[in-house]
């Protein structure tokens, strides 16, 4: 140990030997040098504790579909916008529809821009699953909005009053165009706002190819998470398609990116091999 330094417990190695080599130099002792390596290290430090502190203060939105939450830390930063992307028929309108039922069942208020499908055929879709939504829009926690007869102020102005917890949007590529969708004006006021009002948003985007093709599009690098639903026979004698799907991306997120396959239940969509799958296939146990 160097006794010139002894004072310097809390100067990394590192930071000690650039300091050494820097009063060698200068044949003198350099204390500006030397307090700028004393607040670098501080801050090395309080970055390690930040980043504990940053993770437990993030605040998750549970998406609600058996076994997905297990695979994003327990659901969706608030304030992130969710790409959930892929071809037609594979499951997305099912997905986000669970993931608004979730926040339902826990008296958030929810909005459905539905610029795909008519409100009665969303209605009509919920009944499969025992999701009653028409009673939750009885009760002003669910909207459904059509696409074509709002503009992005109606749109902020509807979250403005109804203060939504929970979005979808079904979806973006019959609102945007994809070419200039990342500097769309209108799409940075809707995500600005989304982010400053703390909504979990889920945006449906539809793809004209499977997970086996890597592209993206634009929506794909926009979002602060990219979820890909896809459908297929995993060998030809197969008579039905498994549907499978994919987290790609979740900021500040560890993400498991296996694609993994879900199924159709009466209660909606769930991951095979969820706790809860598990536990309703698996006969009670005798105590
Ligand atoms: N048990 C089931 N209940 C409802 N849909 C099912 C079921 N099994 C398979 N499907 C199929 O899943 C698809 C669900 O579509 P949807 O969620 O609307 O997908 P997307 O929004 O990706 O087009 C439909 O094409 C439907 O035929
Ligand atoms: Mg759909």
């Known amino acids: 140990m160097n006794d010139k330094h002894a004072i310097h417990t809390t100067i990394s190695t590192d930071a000690l030997r650039v300091l050494e080599r820097y009063e060698k130099e200068l044949g003198a002792k350099n204390t500006v040098l030397e307090r700028a390596l004393l607040g670098m290290d501080k801050l090395r430090f309080k970055e390690k504790i930040d980043i504990q502190t940053i993770s437990r203060m993030i605040k998750r939105i549970k998406v609600g579909i058996p076994g997905v939450d297990d695979l994003l830390e327990g659901g969706i930063p608030e304030g992130f916008v969710v790409i959930v992307t892929g071809p037609p028929g594979t499951g997305k309108t099912t997905f986000s529809l669970q993931f608004l039922i979730e926040g339902l069942r826990n ?7 539905s610029f795909e499908e008519k409100a009665e ?3 009509k879709q919920s009944m499969r699953f025992g999701w009653d939504i028409g009673n939750y829009m009885d009760k002003g ?3 459904i909005f059509g696409f074509t007869m709002l503009s992005t102020e109606e749109i902020i102005e509807i979250f403005d009053v109804f203060k939504p917890k929970r979005i979808v949007f079904d979806s973006l590529n019959t609102f945007f165009e994809i070419g200039d ?6 799409w940075r006021n809707i995500l600005k706002q989304i982010r400053e009002r703390k909504i979990a948003c889920l945006a449906i985007t539809e793809k004209k190819h499977g997970l086996d093709v890597k592209e993206f599009d634009e929506f794909d690098f926009m979002g602060d998470g990219a979820i890909f639903f896809d459908k297929g026979q995993r060998h030809d004698l197969d008579p039905y398609p498994t549907y499978y799907l994919q987290i790609q991306k979740m900021r500040i997120t560890k993400i498991n990116e296996m694609p993994h396959p879900f199924i159709f239940t ?3 969509l769930e991951l095979i091999g969820s706790k809860t799958l598990v536990s309703r296939l698996s006969p009670t146990p005798i105590h």
């Open 266 to 268: 009466d209660k909606g």
């Open 121 to 123: 055929h969303l209605i």
């Open 141 to 143: 926690y669910l909207e």
């Open 107 to 113: 008296n958030e208020k929810c909005i459905y821009f």
């Open 181 to 186: 969708f990342r500097r769309s004006p209108q």
